[in-house]
C-alpha cells in the first residue's frame, strides 16, 4: 500500500499530477455518495486509509478491514490465530490500536476469543464502522486530500 499512498502524498503536495491511469473521475464521484460506495471501490479505500493515517486515525479503518479479512478464514485453527492477533492489537484495553467499542461489545469479544466464530468481531466491526460513516468519513470529503484529487481527476477527464 505505500506505493499507492505515494502518489496520494506527491498529488496533495502537488509534486506530481500523475494518478494511476484506470482511477475515473467516475469512481472518485462515487466516494462523496456514501461510505459505502467509497469501500466497494478499487482506489477508495486505500485513498480514504491514506487519509486516515494522515490524521493519526487509521485503526478503525484498519479495524474494519482486518474483520473482513477474518470473516473469510476457514479453519479453526486459523481463526483462533487471528482473533488473537486483533484482540491483542484492537480490543484489549490500551493495545497498540485500540479502537472505540462499548465494554459489553469488549467483554463479548473476550468470552468468544477461545473458540472464536467466524462473526465474533462482527458487533464492533458495526460500530467502528458507524464511527467512521459519522466522523472521519465526512471530513474525508471536505478535505483538502479528496478536494484535490477530485480537481485532478476532473481537470484529466476534460
Not at 12 to 36: G, I
Not at 51 to 76: G, P, Q, V
Not at 107 to 131: D, G, N, W
Request: a positive charge; hydrophobic letters at 35%; proline letters at 4%.
Amino acid at each position: 500500500m505505500s506505493r499507492h499512498i505515494c502518489w496520494i502524498c506527491k498529488l496533495c503536495r502537488d509534486e506530481s499530477k500523475r494518478l494511476p491511469s484506470n482511477l475515473t473521475l467516475d469512481e472518485v464521484l462515487k466516494w462523496a455518495q456514501s461510505l459505502e460506495s467509497l469501500m466497494a471501490t478499487k482506489y477508495g479505500p486505500i485513498v480514504y486509509t491514506a487519509y486516515l493515517k494522515l490524521e493519526h486515525s487509521d485503526e478503525n479503518i484498519k479495524f474494519w478491514m482486518a474483520c473482513e479479512t477474518y470473516k473469510k478464514i476457514a479453519s479453526r485453527r486459523g481463526r483462533i490465530s487471528r482473533a488473537k492477533k486483533l484482540y491483542n492489537i484492537y480490543i484489549q484495553p490500551q493495545s497498540p490500536r485500540e479502537i472505540n467499542i462499548d465494554s459489553t461489545t469488549r467483554e463479548a469479544i473476550i468470552k468468544s476469543i477461545r473458540e472464536p466464530t467466524q462473526t465474533c468481531f462482527e458487533e464492533a466491526q458495526k460500530i467502528v464502522y458507524m464511527h467512521m460513516e459519522m466522523d472521519s468519513y465526512p471530513r474525508f470529503l471536505k478535505s483538502e486530500m479528496y478536494q484535490q484529487l477530485l480537481k485532478t481527476v476532473q481537470s484529466q477527464s476534460s
